[in-house]
């Protein structure tokens, strides 16, 4: 029966009350360990997004076990944790999240699980971007911010930090798998620079179903032209189509990008309109899906992607 009654669909505020005692009364009788562990134990690590997973997998090494409440390949912005999950979390000493919005179920399980474990929002580590208020919406954070090789080394950082705190035993190795770490993702960034710089400015436009490639335009010069903002869910208005038809006809555009997963019915109609072609999928959420296993792999393939289809031919 432990935790099974702790759903966070629709939690009202007694309700949450009470789930919070039950869970700190099942951690006073020792049936649930949150806090800490016995000697010799591997840090249990829950996380809440496939890029923070492949990092604290990499620089925890075998001192740490990784729980994955949201698998690899799966969709962030619209899980919602079951009792399964949440009890996941509860058991754990450290959960990672990416932060700036994008879980927004957080602030309901770290209610629930008050008194347990540690929370790190790794979007505290990077300065944001903002998406501006529209029409019945307010100005919010962009949430992506592992597009941004930068952005992932800083949270690889926080990360090494807080490993080594919460284990001082195996601090040496996680500086250690953190330097090496680090060093890839330096490496990428030079690959990814000279990459790109065989793109002239005049091309580097990316048309995505999602308004998921933020950081990663401001970090290479490119412009973004999403069919849908961060707040939709189906298919774009035939106005913000008419509009995004328009903008790629006076900018000349010869490719758009699907998303595994995410791939709107509105990309034949904007590609038959324009004359542009498919120039491949993108993933935006992290490694996992199309058999790509690590962030870098996921910046490999969506940077070779974008170059190829959008590179002048010679």
Do not use: C
């Not at 798998?177 to 002239?200: F, G, H, M, V, Y």
């Not at 997963?261 to 309109?273: D, H, Q, T, V, Y």
């Amino acid at each position: 029966m432990i935790l099974r009654l702790l759903d966070l669909h629709g939690m009202e505020e007694k309700s949450l009350m009470e789930m919070r005692g039950i869970f700190l009364t099942v951690i006073a009788a020792g049936v649930v360990v949150v806090a800490g562990s016995a000697y010799g134990e591997k840090l249990r690590v829950a996380s809440l997004h496939p890029v923070a997973t492949d990092l604290a997998r990499r620089i925890g090494g075998d001192r740490v076990e990784v729980v994955e409440i949201v698998r690899s390949g799966g969709d962030p912005h619209h899980f919602e944790p079951g009792p399964s999950e949440i009890r996941a979390v509860a058991e754990a000493r450290i959960v990672l999240a990416a932060g700036l919005g994008l879980e927004s179920y957080l602030p309901k399980l770290m209610a629930a699980t008050s008194g347990g474990p540690q929370y790190v929002l790794l979007g505290k580590s990077v300065k944001p971007l903002r998406f501006p208020a529209t029409q019945g919406s307010v100005e919010m954070a962009d949430p992506h911010w592992w597009q941004s090789l930068s952005n992932v080394s800083a949270a690889a950082r926080k990360i090494r930090d807080v490993f080594g705190e919460a284990d001082p035993e195996g601090r040496d190795g996680y500086e250690a798998r953190a330097s090496a770490l680090l060093a890839s993702l330096e490496s990428l960034k030079e690959w990814a620079a000279l990459e790109i710089a065989s793109l002239p400015k005049s091309v580097r436009v990316l048309v995505t179903p999602h308004d998921g490639f933020g950081y990663f335009a401001r970090d290479f010069g490119f412009v973004t032209i999403p069919l849908m903002d961060i707040k939709a869910t189906n298919q774009p208005t035939p106005q913000r189509v008419s509009e995004i038809i328009a903008k790629m006809r006076a900018r000349g555009v010869r490719a758009v990008f699907a998303e595994q997963g995410e791939n709107p019915k509105a990309l034949s109609e904007i590609m038959r309109e324009t004359g542009a072609r498919m120039g491949g999928e993108l993933i935006a959420d992290g490694p996992g899906s199309g058999g790509v296993r690590t962030y870098e792999e996921m910046m490999r393939h969506n940077i070779s992607t974008i170059v190829e289809a959008l590179r002048p031919a010679p």
